[in-house]
RNA sequence: CGGGAUGUAGCGCAGUUUGGUUUAGCGCGCAGCGUUCGGGACGCUGAGGCCGGGGGUUCAAAUCCCCCCAUCCCGACCA
């Protein structure tokens, strides 16, 4: 992609309206614009990333056996009543009318649509065990919306409701849930840590919560350095005000660390099957009811989140997991007609060789296009200067580190296919 | 929903205390021309504002008063 011809429309000072981090850089690198409070337009470079992330996400919840669906963002409002969500959910829930003044409103979640498909297509242990997901957005009307994407009105989510005959059956399913949640935090590359957490309005009987570990999140949580214990500090039992307390499993001191809820996974039993009717018929030839388990990690959040364990004072670090692209190629001079030559030469190679490139072949000041790359945060970056003109050789640069090498011409697809071997350059869009 | 703050050009801000020399300014960005050209370079020229909205007070309001709206932060709550 040349730069010229896309659209990256980047900020040269902080927004006023942001207070941390991920949200300034988002606004900065050209990622996404604010519409209202807690609503973003998603511009192409943020939405080139939230490709990255759904698509990690897709396929490791493939790999875990879930099966993708779609459901309706408008929902009427008769299945909320039968689980009592409608008034229970209170104004978080986006109402309206529909013009013969029946009430639906805008899913903030989608336990009530699956439990119904459930009900209606579910009838025999032969059915089961399912575990079905989307990839769609919410809408919670929040109380206070907040940093951005990390709380917002509208936002993306991955959700899956798995369908069981027993405890046992879910276990397992939630088990492999949790597995596919570890390995998609490790694939992204970030810090993280599992708790053990309260069940709040969704309901049900156990579930664990996934933090991204980062300075200026929301979320308390204690660990134990000792036997890798960690909960909510919710459910951590030690007092909430003063020191962290002392570990349940080995008694050694816990201690506090702050993070932000990526992801959220509930064994809900049959809360749900029990409103909606959701039966089915077991081996024993008795009506029971379907056993369920919902699982959701947030799209969008997870952008903001990985931004804001990965950045440093001149922008954005992206992991080349998610990277709206894995090279930045500048050319210093783009009026230069002899290093635009050298520029579309190197970019032909690149894209050749299968790696997605961005390619600055603007008229500025070269100045400007390292700002911006490092503003935007590409992990690798080929700088095509006089030098190239003089030796033939390309400058590469690592964001991450700052660490500096020469490349010829000719070693250009030696050091991609290392990189890709290393798997440190594929996107997943690629795989 | 309680507490606090802020709304002036696309972005960042000054001007509001003490109403009138301000025709409403500065920096960045944007457009044109020229010089630069490996870390947001320089010069000249130019476009861009119902000072968040409405209502008052006054000879006169960005500035004082009332109401509304929007945005942000803290709290309670929540993925």
């Not at 009987?205 to 949580?221: P, V, Y």
């Not at 951590?236 to 005000?241: C, E, H, I």
């Not at 050319?331 to 230069?336: E, F, H, I």
């Not at 490139?357 to 911006?372: M, P, T």
């Amino acid at each position: 992609m040349k730069f010229s011809e896309f659209f990256i429309p980047t900020l040269k000072e902080e927004p006023g309206e942001a207070e941390i981090s991920s949200h300034a850089l988002s606004l900065r690198a050209g990622l996404i614009r604010k519409i209202a409070s807690g609503i973003y337009s998603f511009l192409p470079l943020g939405l080139r990333v939230l490709r990255k992330i759904e698509e990690i996400v897709r396929q490791e919840m493939d790999n875990a056996g879930a099966i993708e669906l779609f459901l309706p963002v408008l929902q009427p409002s008769d299945l909320w009543e039968k689980s009592g969500r409608w008034k229970e959910y209170g104004p978080e829930m986006f109402r309206l009318k529909d013009r013969n003044k029946r009430d639906f409103c805008l899913g903030p979640t989608h336990e009530e649509l699956i439990t119904y498909l459930a009900y209606l297509d579910l009838k025999s242990y032969k059915d089961l065990p399912v575990n079905l997901y989307q990839i769609q957005v919410k809408f919670r009307d929040e109380m206070r919306p907040r940093y951005g994407l990390l709380r917002a009105r509208e936002f993306i989510m991955k959700d899956s409701y798995s369908f069981c005959r027993n405890d046992d059956s879910l276990d397992i399913i939630y088990k492999k849930m949790y597995n596919a949640y570890c390995r998609i935090l490790e694939r992204i590359g970030l810090r993280y840590r599992v708790v053990e957490a309260d069940t709040g309005l969704i309901g049900g009987s156990s579930s664990h919560e996934f933090i991204i570990l980062a300075e200026n999140g929301e979320d308390k949580l204690v660990f134990c350095p000792e036997c890798g214990y960690s909960a909510n500090l919710e459910v951590s039992g030690s007092s909430p005000g003063g020191g962290s307390g002392s570990c349940v499993n080995c008694g050694k001191n816990l201690k506090t660390e702050k993070g932000i809820e990526i992801g959220h996974i509930f064994k809900l039993g049959s809360k749900y099957s029990d409103r909606l009717d959701a039966r089915f018929v077991d081996v024993d030839g008795k009506q029971k009811p379907l056993i369920m388990g919902c699982y959701g990690i947030g799209i969008t959040r997870m952008l903001a989140a990985a931004i804001e364990q990965m950045h440093d004072s001149k922008g954005i670090v992206w992991p080349v997991s998610i990277a709206p692209f894995a090279v930045n190629l500048i050319v210093t001079t783009g009026k230069n007609e002899e290093f635009l030559k050298a520029g579309d030469l190197v970019y032909r190679i690149l894209t050749g060789l299968d790696v997605e490139v961005l390619y600055d072949d603007r008229e500025v000041n070269a100045g400007i296009k390292f700002k911006d790359s490092d503003l935007i945060g590409i992990p690798i970056r080929f700088i095509l200067g006089r030098k190239f003109l003089d030796n033939k050789l390309i400058d590469v640069e690592y964001r991450k580190d700052g660490k500096k090498m020469e490349l010829s011409l000719d070693s250009i697809p030696g050091f991609i296919k290392k990189l890709n071997t290393a798997n440190n350059l594929k996107s997943p869009l690629n795989e």
